[in-house]
């Protein structure tokens, strides 16, 4: 579920839509948790969707850290990527604002972490852009996410939180903050998706 304080809007004619913030959103802030009405595949039940559906759940789902696909049911579906993105997840199944995101300010990810079936060519334009988004990046910049999102997620109980009452991972976030645990590394998401999907055939 994507935060309430988000709105789809147009981005431009190239990109398509996008997730844009209707409201200040504070640095630490949940912006999107899985929750139970996103619908979950495994690659099996993909290849036995009728060949039509397999394009659509490539393309407007993720991958998570078990190797199901998951199509998110609101809009949270066509956040875009950005090699320097608004939001990250650690490894749990949320993502929280890595920095304030101003009224008006699309909100983005980095889809290297989400598991691709195949590599895109970026063309965000940023300095820091890695032209070429790839299945392994996840754990070849692993150490880099986790540092960006140590000092947000320490903020998660300073700023408001209208998703908290979604999450189904209360108590592991809380023994984060509280420092009996460590936050979980964004690599607890990975899965090896040629592996994933040897032997299943999904139409594009
Ligand atoms: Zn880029």
């Given at each position: 579920m994507i935060h309430p304080d988000t709105e789809l809007r147009?981005?431009?004619?190239?990109i398509?839509?996008?997730v844009f913030a209707t409201r200040f959103i504070p640095k630490g802030t949940i912006t999107w948790v899985r929750d139970r009405l996103d619908q979950t595949f495994t690659p099996a039940?993909?290849?036995?969707?009728?060949?039509?559906?397999?394009?659509?759940?490539?393309k407007y789902s993720f991958?998570?850290?078990?190797?199901?696909?998951?199509?998110?049911?609101?809009?949270?579906r066509f956040v875009n990527h950005s090699c320097t993105p608004t939001c990250r997840s650690?490894?749990?199944?949320?993502?929280?604002a890595v920095r304030d995101i101003a009224?008006?300010?699309?909100?983005?990810?980095?889809?290297?972490?989400?598991?691709?079936?195949?590599?895109?060519?970026?063309?965000?334009?940023?300095?820091?852009c890695r032209r070429q988004i790839r299945p392994g990046d996840l754990l070849s910049f692993a150490d880099d996410w986790d540092r960006i999102v140590a000092e947000p997620f320490r903020l998660i109980s300073n700023v408001p939180?209208?998703?908290?009452?979604?999450?189904?991972?209360?108590?592991?976030?809380?023994?984060?903050?509280?420092?009996v645990s460590p936050i979980a590394s964004v690599k607890a998401n990975y899965v090896n998706v040629a592996d994933l999907l040897c032997g299943f055939t999904l139409t594009r």
């Open positions: 147009l981005a431009n004619p190239q398509g839509h996008g039940d993909v290849a036995r969707l009728p060949t039509a559906y397999h394009d659509i759940v490539l991958i998570d850290g078990a190797g199901r696909f998951v199509l998110c049911w609101d809009h949270a650690a490894g749990y199944d949320f993502e929280i009224p008006g300010e699309e909100l983005t990810d980095d889809y290297g972490s989400l598991n691709l079936e195949y590599d895109f060519d970026c063309s965000c334009g940023l300095p820091q939180q209208p998703l908290w009452r979604f999450l189904e991972e209360k108590d592991t976030v809380d023994a984060a903050l509280s420092g």
